[in-house]
């Protein structure tokens, strides 16, 4: 079975915080994802990854970052942690050449405060 | 021209009875449709998927339609269940590396028993 785990379910943080999201994937899939999920605007993806130290903007980039330094591990940085960035963030990896086949950690509830 | 359309954005059917979420696309580039589904507390997970080349498939009491030429494709869930009751999210992309799944808004279904 394919597991992406992510760092933590629930997470507190102050305004101004800089705030690491890490999601693990143990299949060797080479494309990896950011999405934050809010009620009403469904799936937005922030970033995606399809190598090791590539990455390729999404819709709502704005406020993020991404890393991959390694083809197992997609970390979302938040530089500055805002009110507007508490949401639901869900990490998600998929193998080539199948992109919409794509498998979902459980998600971080992200409260920034 | 990457928005999918996704309605209705919540549905209440009856047990046995049937649900139906349609979606529309424009981006005609697009060739895979996958739907997903997504429990309280999940990730979303992959359900079922169709090219358009293919105008239906079914899996289980789970079944797209695909009308190319209305750009519209839809969830057919027959004899509806109560352990149904999700979000459902569809999706298209453009199926080669380095692309992303353009999700819909996402519908909440409830199946009353």
């Known amino acids: 079975d394919v597991k992406v785990t992510q760092s933590s379910r629930y997470l507190v943080k102050r305004t101004g915080e800089k705030v690491f999201l890490e999601c693990v994937q143990d299949?060797?899939?080479?494309?990896m994802f950011w999405y934050r999920q809010d009620p009403g605007l469904g799936l937005r993806l922030i970033y995606f990854?399809?190598?090791?130290?590539?990455?390729e903007k999404g819709d709502i980039p704005e406020g993020y970052s991404v890393s991959r330094e390694k083809k197992e591990r997609f970390s979302l940085i938040l530089e500055s942690a805002s009110t507007n960035q508490t949401s639901m963030y869900l990490c998600?990896?998929?193998?080539?050449?199948?992109?919409?086949?794509?498998?979902f950690g459980p998600g971080t509830r992200l409260t920034v405060t | 021209q990457q928005q999918v359309k996704q309605s209705p954005q919540s549905l209440i059917v009856q047990k046995g009875g049937i649900s139906i979420i349609n979606c529309a696309y424009e981006?005609?580039?697009?060739?895979?449709f996958p739907w997903y589904q997504q429990f309280p507390g999940k990730g979303p997970a992959l359900l079922i998927a169709?090219?358009?080349?293919?105008s239906e498939k079914k899996e289980g009491r789970f079944t797209i339609s695909f009308n190319k030429s209305a750009k519209q494709f839809s969830l057919h869930i027959m004899d509806s269940q109560p352990g149904d009751s999700a979000t459902y999210f569809c999706a298209a992309t453009i199926n080669q590396a380095g692309t992303a799944l353009i999700f819909g808004k996402g519908t909440t279904l409830s199946v009353s028993s």
């Open positions: 990854s399809y190598d090791v130290k590539m990455k």
């Open positions: 998600a990896s998929s193998p080539p050449p199948v992109p919409y086949e794509q498998y």
């Open positions: 169709i090219r358009p080349d293919v």
């Open positions: 299949m060797d899939h080479e494309n």
């Open positions: 981006n005609t580039a697009f060739d895979y």
